[in-house]
């Protein structure tokens, strides 16, 4: 009965009710049992003494997949601010797994300049995954456990290779898919200490694979992004007159980035290629038309502005043609353009538009980070992953594209452009919920494993 009256008062999920009156009535300790943050019956990795009694641990964090996608940017520094907040007496080194194209530096420049306690290196693994740098044996030889960051799988499976054969240390996996689970990686993954998956789809598929290493739900680190350029996002909106919360962003997004573009080194086969390009095609209209609706009611509806940005590279070719070009004359005045940016530009620039929609799936996240609506305009491509918004409760701002016409994307906009204080407290809530799972993950690392 008093879920009920809670729900109807406050329009809550009767999940999210549960987690904040559990917390409210148990002991942190007893709440991690219940809800299931750490798996019962899991048995820690070979190796975890090691770690035990130490004051200031040496946390080793290996993640930057690729800077060519400021989605991809910020699992690093998202995670590090959480690590930062919850665990600050830890050191952390960063190995950066992507170096040397075209926005490396700027990335790197970018992580020095937010995270000057944070040590970043670089290296390679080689087949027998042994490393030779002698910055990486000197990071294995002082850290006290491994941490895999946020991802589309766990891409630094390699990394994570080599340190569990050289060390034998203690090592985990925070926020990051796991869709497919090979022989190869379930051999890796049962040596795990914890396992964060960053959508609840996932630890259906590590219980498939019968994997239980205090497997636990924690969103991508980059809902927990802090990092901002408030000087270059300022001029960018008062050269364009993008006033604060009169502008909403609209990003396109292809069903399948086409890396092959942008990648000399792709491995992708010609019928691959063929594939993609047919379905790119096929559907990009079929997409774009919906969220060019939505564009057009805000304009007409309000006479604000609409900034048409990217989250990755390619995008910047595909905004004229697909959101840009399009538009009926009335409009076209009222959009504004932007080029390739990095993410501490962007989350300046989301922090002050009023809402942001999005193909991409890290955009949203951006913008929830800084207490900005969004909506993620979810393409049945783009992987399990955007599952997460579901498990967060942002249900009323995911648009499965299949089945959303642009009116359903319109009327919602309207619906925050009239009562925009509740969108925000909408925001609020969530991710309080998303601060508290990244606190009682932090927990297991420093209360189990004695970090």
């Known amino acids: 009965m008093i879920l009920i009256i809670i729900q109807k008062t406050f329009n809550l999920s009767v999940s999210l009710i549960e987690l904040l009156l559990n917390q409210t009535i148990m002991k942190r300790r007893k709440f991690i049992q219940q809800v299931g943050i750490v798996g019962s019956g899991a048995i820690l990795a070979p190796g975890i003494l090691k770690a035990v009694g130490k004051d200031n641990p040496t946390l080793l964090v290996v993640s930057g997949w690729q800077d060519v996608n400021i989605g991809d940017i910020t699992h690093t520094p998202g995670l590090l601010h959480i690590l930062e907040t919850y665990i600050p007496h830890a050191k952390i080194i960063l190995w950066k797994k992507s170096r040397g194209n075209i926005n490396s ?92 998956t960053r959508e609840t789809k996932s630890l259906d598929v590590l219980k498939e694979a019968g994997i239980n290493r205090n497997n636990s739900f924690a969103p991508d680190g980059t809902f927990f992004l802090n990092i901002h350029d408030e000087q270059t996002a300022n001029k960018f909106l008062k050269d364009n007159n993008l006033e604060e919360k009169k502008f909403i962003c609209a990003i396109p997004r292809l069903r399948i980035t086409p890396y092959y573009d942008f990648k000399p080194n792709h491995n992708y086969s010609d019928e691959r290629i063929q594939f993609i390009e047919d379905l790119n095609e096929r559907k990009k209209e079929w997409d774009h038309a919906k969220l060019r609706e939505a564009m057009i009611t805000w304009v007409r509806e309000t006479g604000n502005k609409v900034l048409v940005c990217p989250e990755m590279t390619y995008q910047v070719e595909i905004m004229d043609e697909l959101l840009i070009d399009p538009l009926p004359d009335d409009v076209k005045p009222y959009v504004i353009k932007r080029g390739y940016w990095m993410p501490d530009v962007a989350a300046s620039v989301y922090a002050k538009a009023h809402t942001v929609l999005s193909f991409e799936c890290h955009s949203p996240i951006i913008a929830a980070a800084n207490g900005t609506p969004f909506f993620y305009l979810r393409q049945p491509e783009d992987t399990i992953k955007g599952h997460m918004y579901y498990d967060l409760n942002f249900n009323d701002w995911i648009f499965e594209i299949e089945d959303t016409e642009g009116k359903q994307i319109s009327d919602q906009l309207m619906k925050i452009w009239g009562n925009y204080s509740s969108a925000q407290q909408y925001i609020k809530i969530n991710m309080s919920k998303v601060a508290q799972i990244y606190s009682d993950s932090c927990d297991l690392i420093t209360t189990e494993l004695k970090i």
């Open 105 to 196: 530096e700027a990335v790197e420049t970018l992580l020095n300049k937010n995270f000057p306690r944070v040590k970043v290196i670089y290296g390679n693994v080689d087949e027998d995954k042994n490393v030779s740098s002698k910055e990486l044996l000197d990071a294995f030889s002082v850290s006290d456990i491994m941490i895999h960051g946020s991802g589309p799988s766990v891409v630094g499976r390699v990394n994570l290779q080599a340190w569990y054969k050289n060390t034998g240390k203690p090592f985990g996996i925070f926020g990051t898919t796991i869709q497919h689970i090979n022989p190869e990686l379930k051999t890796l993954l049962e040596k795990a200490s914890f396992i964060y």
